[in-house]
């Protein structure tokens, strides 16, 4: 009788650990499922950023290239501007 109260507490303490254990490993892996999750939805949101600005650069190219366009490009870009024209720049923001 003596033996098989002992088989008994052994028995108990092997299912208890094995459950501390269970419980250990299910709260990593909920961790590990977290920190993916935050990490999918942060590369989600720069995939989206990146499409757009695929998209703005590919209505870019389908503007015509015409006087206008590389007027545009010479202000904005290049920082051109005509021989007569005066530049006036505020720090007043």
Do not use: T, W
Request: overall charge negative.
């Amino acid at each position: 009788m003596k033996n098989r109260r002992y088989g008994n507490l052994s028995l108990k303490m092997a299912v208890a650990c094995f459950v501390v254990f269970a419980l250990l490993a299910v709260a990593a892996m909920q961790m590990k499922f977290n920190d993916v999750k935050d990490k999918h939805k942060k590369l989600q949101q720069e995939i989206a950023l990146l499409e757009e600005s695929v998209n703005d650069l590919e209505n870019q190219l389908a503007l015509p290239f015409d006087d206008e366009y590389v007027e545009q490009v010479a202000r904005e870009k290049l920082g051109l501007c005509y021989p007569d024209e005066v530049i006036i720049e505020s720090n007043l923001n």
